[in-house]
């Protein structure tokens, strides 16, 4: 079935540094691909998306890059900072009309001081 | 405020004794959405919905029922949890597919 890799599944960086995070995709059409954060109890948010007919997309110090040829798309956040400490979850929407969400199990990632 | 809210937040229950999870969202969104989350699986998806009497197996159903009679409101069922039901659970609304999901708050279940 369809499935979404998360690599890596924990992540040290210290402050001001830069953090990657890469996931690859199985369903060739999926059209949407977004990032969550979770903080510590509390509920996913959107931090970032991208759609298929886009390479790259930025806000601020969060971009994503997607290759739909190798089925692949990162985050980068750039100018880490603690706060930047959770989990963070790609996703990529999956089957006829997209309406399947298949989730990677999520980075840690600690933004060390 | 626009928001999602699950109820109850926190549930200790038994096997075998049938439980509703509520979830209800005031943005008028079409798309709303069941997931668990479990410790190194990340959120996997249990069932969704399109749009009112329109709803859909994701990736783990078994043991688990919806229905979708009102636009705003999407419960989930257990018929009849078993302890491998126990679990984080997330509602989730979003104005379509391929678009920003809204999380609800959660809800931890336990089954003994």
């Known amino acids: 079935g369809e499935n979404v890799e998360q690599h890596p599944s924990t992540l040290s960086v210290q402050e001001g540094d830069s953090a990657v995070i890469k996931c690859t995709y199985s369903?060739?059409?999926?059209?949407?691909f977004p990032w969550y954060k979770q903080e510590l109890g509390k509920r996913p948010q959107l931090i970032i998306d991208?759609?298929?007919?886009?390479g790259e997309k930025k806000d601020q110090r969060i971009a994503v890059t997607l290759n739909k040829t190798a089925k692949h798309f990162s985050l980068h956040i750039t100018e880490t900072q603690p706060e930047d400490s959770a989990v963070y979850f790609c996703?990529?929407?999956?089957?006829?009309?997209?309406?399947?969400?298949?989730f990677g199990a999520g980075t840690r990632l600690f933004v060390k001081a | 405020e626009a928001q999602v809210t699950q109820n109850p937040r926190y549930l200790i229950t038994v096997t075998g004794k049938k439980l509703t999870v509520t979830c209800s969202q005031n943005?008028?969104?079409?798309?709303m959405s069941w997931y668990r989350q479990d410790p190194g699986l990340g959120l996997r998806q249990i069932y969704y919905?399109?749009?009112?009497?329109?709803?859909d197996k994701g990736d783990v159903p078994e043991g688990y029922k919806v229905s979708r009679k009102e636009k705003r409101n999407f419960p989930l069922i257990l018929e009849s949890p078993s302890p491998n039901q126990t679990s984080l659970y997330f509602c989730?609304?979003?104005?379509?597919?391929?678009?920003?999901?809204?999380f609800g708050p959660g809800t931890r279940l336990t089954v003994t």
């Open positions: 943005m008028n969104h079409e798309y």
């Open positions: 919905s399109m749009n009112v009497e329109v709803t």
């Open positions: 996703a990529a929407s999956v089957g006829t009309g997209g309406f399947k969400t298949i």
């Open positions: 369903d060739s059409a999926s059209n949407y």
């Open positions: 989730a609304s979003s104005p379509t597919s391929e678009y920003e999901q809204y």
């Open positions: 991208i759609r298929s007919n886009v």
